[in-house]
């Protein structure tokens, strides 16, 4: 995967290089400090994964996020914690916060390499509304229609322009939003917990004040969903 570095902190960005030359899946085309020679460079050339810190001078990165070209991936890196939330706001895949532990740098990036290789991959054509019948709702994907039980939907994930319909054992893209999708399926068995996120009530193992945990995934609450979440879990 072809990757940039955008941090305004020069020992970030050597940090940063540092962890990415030690994934041999990665290729750094180059290293900015600040978002607006990095938009100069998009224009020209083809980046499929962006490690854009949160707060920088001038143009932030949440900003920049949504400006940039939409099938490009990106993993936040903060040094501040509570700006990780901001993430879902515009689809980041991840958040890393300073200092990077070099493990969950790695389990970010295999999450991009999967996630690009997913969208890749992909045949997914014109969007056509999601169908929701009794138990089960219908989807375009790979050029056919695809039956998902309900029962087998662990959660539901928003990515630039498709839906990741996350099962037990496989993910099926379709190129919908999650509006889309939560008008189709039952509010009683799901529940929209951020920006990019629909899960499985039944599939929820714990939570607290700002996450819900399912198996090994975890996923926070969007600060203005967590009220209603939190009411929502807990039978308020």
């Known amino acids: 995967m072809k990757c940039i570095i955008i941090d305004d902190e020069p020992i970030a960005r ?9 994934r041999n899946e990665l290729e750094l085309l180059a290293s900015f400090g600040n978002a607006e020679t990095a938009e100069e460079f998009l224009e020209d050339n083809d980046v499929d994964l962006i490690f854009l810190d949160i707060k920088m001078p001038e143009i932030k990165g949440i900003e920049f996020a949504g400006r940039i070209p939409r099938k490009c991936l990106v993993i936040f890196t903060t040094a501040y914690s509570e700006y990780a939330l901001d993430s879902y706001e515009v689809e980041a ?11 969950r740098f790695n389990r970010a990036v295999d999450k991009a390499i999967s996630y690009h290789a997913l969208l890749d991959s992909a045949s997914v054509s014109a969007g056509e509304p999601a169908v929701g019948v009794a138990d089960h709702i219908i989807v375009k994907a ?32 379709t190129r919908l939003t999650l509006k889309g999708i939560e008008e189709v399926i039952p509010a009683s068995g799901f529940i929209r ?44």
């Open 14 to 22: 050597k940090g940063m290089k540092r962890l990415v030359d030690s």
């Open 93 to 103: 895949i991840d958040y890393l916060v300073k200092p990077i532990d070099p493990a």
């Open 193 to 236: 917990v951020n920006k990019s996120y629909i899960v499985s009530r039944d599939r929820i193992d714990s939570f607290d004040s700002n996450d819900v945990f399912i198996g090994d995934t975890e996923i926070s609450f969007g600060a203005s969903y967590r009220e209603a979440v939190l009411s929502s879990l807990l039978g308020k």
């Open 142 to 173: 790979d050029r056919r229609y695809v039956k998902i039980n309900l029962d087998d939907i662990v959660y539901i994930e928003g990515l630039k322009d498709y839906v990741i319909i996350h099962l037990p054992e496989k993910r099926v893209v």
